[in-house]
């Protein structure tokens, strides 16, 4: 499939979106016994965000309309601010799974993933946030999300973070997705090349300009993942990776997007080039939110071998998110498509996922999904139990 006709599937997908419209980086539980507040101040369901979410969590995961001396230990010292209670909290998920493309069909992960997550205030516009998965598949993960927040620094409209984070936050962050079905090119890699869009390690800027509805993001990251450390250091090569996206927003129910992103990657001597860049899309109209990405990736030879092999890989995501009663739903319906086409076949994938989140509580929610797999002309059914506390 070249990708003329994958762009013009992508647009007809997001046309097809447009004519059915009607008319009209993460909170945890922590944050919710501090300040004493609802879970839906910043989820709808959980772990998606609605806006005051996401301002809460761009603004460092500080709530500054109830910042309060008494949250903190006295200390008699102004440049010493230490939360009294440390914020924790825990996720748990839990999955019976039948996968008729496995050599085992059916499949009980309980627990599929544990997590430790905590965030909260260090300073004046400086917040941290981190999880520590204590169990992701059976095995300890370790640190996935982890990095310090500087908010408006020097008041003006530039925020830093600082620390490991997915690359592919600025466009759809895989963290607040809904669905047990991920959003396969983010963290699709290239024969033997370690880099994707998924956990890096660096530093990322952001600026927004409010009167005009645009944001900037930039970020330099070593490119190669979260590796374990060798002599000391987490990069294994001396190339850094550069990261760029502009997003506009159009009125209150539209935001278009573009990102970039250039590096390479060493391997016995030889160099692979690797370059992302595409458009995306963000669409809100009552109970319904559709958000879509088109991303092609270009490598030069990501097999490292001593002649340079040109590879392609275009991607496409579809998510479509109904809610009845917007943040205040019990249950919300999830459509999601994903396309990974490239001239390495392995790895080529495409899914369509139909998926029901119930919530039973603010912090429990039940799943109930269904994939069909085109490649494997399989099918894939899933029902979960997801909680936080």
């Known amino acids: 499939m070249n990708n003329r006709n994958l762009t013009a599937r992508f647009f007809i997908i997001l046309l097809l979106a447009l004519m059915i419209l009607p008319e009209s980086l993460l909170a945890i539980p922590a944050f919710a016994r501090r300040h004493k507040v609802s879970c839906t101040t910043c989820h709808t369901a959980f772990p998606r965000l609605k806006d005051y979410g996401d301002e809460f969590a761009g603004n460092g995961f500080i709530m500054k309309e109830d910042e309060n001396p008494r949250n903190y230990v006295r200390s008699?010292?102004?440049?010493?601010?230490?939360?009294?209670?440390?914020?924790?909290?825990?996720?748990?998920?839990?999955?019976?799974?039948?996968?008729?493309?496995?050599?085992?069909?059916?499949?009980?992960?309980?627990?599929?993933?544990?997590?430790l997550l905590s965030g909260g205030t260090l300073y004046h516009n400086v917040g941290y946030y981190f999880y520590f998965y204590m169990s992701e598949r059976g095995e300890v993960a370790g640190v996935e999300d982890a990095y310090i927040h500087f908010d408006n620094v020097g008041g003006s409209e530039l925020d830093v973070m600082v620390g490991q984070f997915q690359t592919s936050d600025p466009l759809m962050k895989r963290e607040l997705r809904l669905t047990y079905e991920d959003y396969e090119i983010y963290k699709t890699r290239i024969?033997?090349?370690?880099?994707?869009?998924?956990?890096?390690?660096?530093?990322?800027?952001?600026?927004?300009?409010?009167?005009?509805?645009?944001?900037?993001?930039?970020?330099?990251?070593?490119?190669?993942g979260k590796p374990e450390a060798v002599d000391r250091r987490m990069d294994q090569d001396n190339a850094k990776n550069l990261g760029f996206r502009i997003a506009q927003g159009l009125g209150d129910n539209l935001s278009l997007g573009a990102f970039y992103y250039m590096g390479s990657e060493e391997s016995s001597g030889e160099q692979n080039k690797i370059t992302y860049y595409g458009p995306d899309l963000g669409l809100s109209a009552g109970p319904l939110d559709i958000t879509a990405q088109l991303l092609y990736r270009l490598d030069s030879n990501p097999n490292f071998g001593a002649a340079d092999t040109d590879e392609e890989t275009t991607g496409i995501i579809v998510e479509?998110?109904?809610?009845?009663?917007?943040?205040m739903s019990r249950w919300y319906l999830t459509a999601l498509y994903n396309l990974v086409d490239s001239s390495v076949d392995a790895?080529?994938?495409?899914?369509?996922?139909?998926?029901?989140?119930?919530?039973?509580?603010r912090n429990l929610r039940l799943l109930t999904e269904y994939t069909y797999q085109v490649e494997a002309e399989q099918h894939r059914f899933i029902f979960g139990v997801i909680s936080a506390f």
């Open 191 to 224: 024969g033997l090349s370690n880099n994707n869009l998924a956990y890096d390690r660096g530093v990322m800027l952001v600026y927004g300009f409010p009167e005009l509805g645009t944001d900037l993001v930039g970020m330099i990251v070593n490119g190669n």
């Open 347 to 361: 790895a080529d994938y495409q899914t369509a996922t139909l998926s029901y989140t119930y919530q039973m509580a």
């Open 76 to 115: 008699g010292d102004e440049l010493l601010w230490l939360n009294k209670d440390f914020p924790l909290a825990a996720r748990m998920e839990a999955f019976a799974n039948y996968d008729g493309a496995k050599s085992v069909e059916s499949d009980l992960q309980a627990p599929w993933g544990i997590k």
């Open 320 to 327: 479509a998110v109904y809610g009845p009663q917007l943040d």
